[in-house]
Structures are given as C-alpha cells and as structure tokens.
C-alpha cells in the first residue's frame, strides 16, 4: 500500500470486533516498535500487551475507555535508560521516543489490516499499580488493538485538515 494512502486511510477506532490477533500480527507489530527511531537509540520504551481476560480486568479498573478491544498495549519508558538533552535543562527524551514507537506501530497495524485507537487521556498511577509496572517506568499513553467492527465508522472529523498555510512557515 502507498505510505500516503495508508495515513490518509487510517483512523481512530472505537468499535472491535471479537476477532483475535494472530500471533504472527502482534510479532510485526512489535518488531516495527524496535525499528522506531529513539534519541541516542537507547531504546528505553516498554510496551505491555494486554491480552488476557484478566489482564483486560486489571486495566479496565480505572480506564475510562473500554472499546471492547480483543487487546490494549499500555506504552511508557524506563526513566533511566531515556536519554535526557543536556542543552535543554535535561529535558527527557521519552515521551517523544515513546510517540515515535506509538506510531510506527499505529502505520504497521493498518499494514495488517488491523485497527488502532491511540487514548492518551489515561490515569497513569492506575494503570500502574493496576498492572503492576515498575515505577521506573514512566505510562505514556495506551492503544486498542484489533479489527474494526462490521459498520463501525471514523468519527465525523476524520478528514477534516486546516490549510498548509495555518500549519506551515516557510522562513
């Protein structure tokens, strides 16, 4: 698929349905999160994948989205490992890597035909001790994960762009 059509087709999805993952799926899509760009390439992203029932029961405890995803990848990186920018008051690199990581993994899942939602608005101390993920390791966002529902649609504002000239200078 030509890269441009690929971002152009791909939106958020809200609605899943049942059809699991294969595991070939979720070993490309995890493969394509080592190939992300991060700073100094010290790779400090963690990603947990939320298959289970049980672990489904965990995350859902304090998440506000429930989507019904057959699985959520829960993204943060190790405070110690993430390269911090000397000339900028060591600001922290993570957050960016784990961005970068988030989206290769967004553009490998419409690859595979699967469906995304990338949900930010998360209570990452819950998630935390709900998961038990270690607190060096900073929870930066989640995703759903699987195939759209038959007749589920992209929200209203899906292709709704501003103009180059709002978006970019030309200096």
């Known amino acids: 698929m030509e890269l441009l059509k690929l971002m152009s087709d791909r939106c958020s999805c809200r609605a899943y349905s049942t059809k699991s993952i294969s595991e070939e799926d979720l070993s490309k899509l995890l493969e ?22 049980e672990g489904k029961a965990k995350l859902m405890k304090d998440f506000k989205f429930n989507f019904n995803a057959p699985c959520y990848l829960v993204f943060g990186y190790n405070v110690d490992e993430s390269w911090k920018n000397p000339l ?49 390791i900073k929870i930066i966002g989640a995703m759903t994960l699987g195939y759209h529902k038959e007749g589920s649609m992209p929200s209203k504002s899906h292709t709704i762009r501003r103009n180059n000239e709002d978006l970019i200078k030309f200096l």
């Open 32 to 53: 394509a999160s080592k190939l992300a760009p991060t700073a100094h390439n010290n790779q400090p992203q963690r990603i947990y994948v939320v298959k289970s029932e």
């Open 88 to 136: 900028d008051n060591d600001k922290d690199s993570g957050e960016v890597d784990i961005s970068i990581v988030m989206t290769h993994i967004m553009l490998m899942a419409e690859e595979l035909g699967l469906s995304t939602c990338w949900i930010g608005y998360i209570e990452a101390e819950a998630i935390r001790k709900n998961l038990g993920i270690p607190e060096n």
